[in-house]
């Protein structure tokens, strides 16, 4: 089965780019993430930023199918919209803004992640006015430095367990900052404090589940799963170890038409700039998608597309909807108008051409446009 989307309107035949996105891939790439955890430890899924750019609404009930309990997004919105296509989930907002948000956290299915002992406070308050439990997960910041409870406000919670009265402790979570690079002294760094504020906290009776591990984290060892693995990025294709072979199948493709072919003469230059002059004659494709579609505007000059398996290179810089690609030589039969071009896909890997445009994975999926033609599959490759 295959779905559309509705906002905004596009049809195949009417958009100028096309993106398909493989839910039996993402599916498929969650189990693979599990079965490489440690025996028992939980495998949920991040799907914040509207799940890497691919569209929350279709992914996550898409791993709810294949067995995914527990989501993660960062702010209340993206909980809330995402809430209601999850029954029977939990779903953890990381970075909610709680003062004045209490009522709309406890009504919705949504469990706020506490980051200060302003958070605490605010939510043990609510709690018992409300009369009842309500859940929550501690996060501790063992060397990111962004959001969550120092070592020493953890130990402040383990001496005065009373701060976190009325508040069920569904999970201690803290994220690790250099997990892509194996050999970074951080990561052992960060692993010690975690063991430390788990241990602190349940010295005082507070000892819930715990996760640490992101995409990368999985593969840094049994030791850094504990109870829950969070990934987001190889979920969605992205390499969690660079420079290995990447176990994760691909699960986007990102495909444009071309618009016009043309032949050019020895000297003639193409774009704005002028910034790729042709040494001899050849010819020129234009392709229906620029930085506006996310096509990043740093792969002007050195980029690669592919056509039918052949690859070739971006001439010219890429502009907000149209990017030069250079096809001299390849057949008039393969390159005319209509044909689609592979600007993301199974020849030339995301990871790839976000390293060609001088990014990351994350940054290139979360960036594709809203005009494109998207196409959710429910199985097989893109
Ligand atoms: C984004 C995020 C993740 C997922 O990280 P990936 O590298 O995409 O696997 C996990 N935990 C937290 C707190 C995050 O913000």
Known sequence: MTTHATTPATTFATAGAIITIDLGAVAGNWRTLRSRLASGAECAAVVKADAYGLGAARIAPALAKAGCRTFFVVTLDEGLDLAPHLPGCAVYVLAPPLAGNESVIADANVIPVL???????????FARDAGRPLPAALHADTGMRRLGLTPSEISTLAHEPER???IDVKLLLSHLA????????LNARQLAQFIAAKSRLATAGVAPPASLANSSGIFL?????????RPGAALYGIAPVPDEPNPMAQAV????????????????TVGYGATHRFARPGRIATV????AD??????GNAGTCCIGGHRVAVVGRVSMDLTTIDVTGLSEDLVRPGTLVDLIGPDNPLDDVADAAGTIGYELLTRLGRRAHRVWREGGAP
Not at 253 to 268: C, M, N, S, T
Not at 294 to 299: A, T
């Open 115 to 125: 980051n200060t002992l302003g958070d605490v406070a605010l939510w043990s308050a």
């Open 164 to 166: 976190l009265a009325g």
């Open 178 to 185: 250099c997990a892509d690079e194996p050999h970074h002294p």
């Open 221 to 229: 060892g049994t030791e850094y799963h504990f109870d829950m693995a």
């Open 253 to 268: 493709r990102v495909q444009a038409k071309i618009l016009q072919v043309r032949d050019v003469d020895a000297a003639e």
């Open 288 to 291: 229906a998608a620029g930085y």
């Open 294 to 299: 996310g096509y990043p505007r740093s792969l």
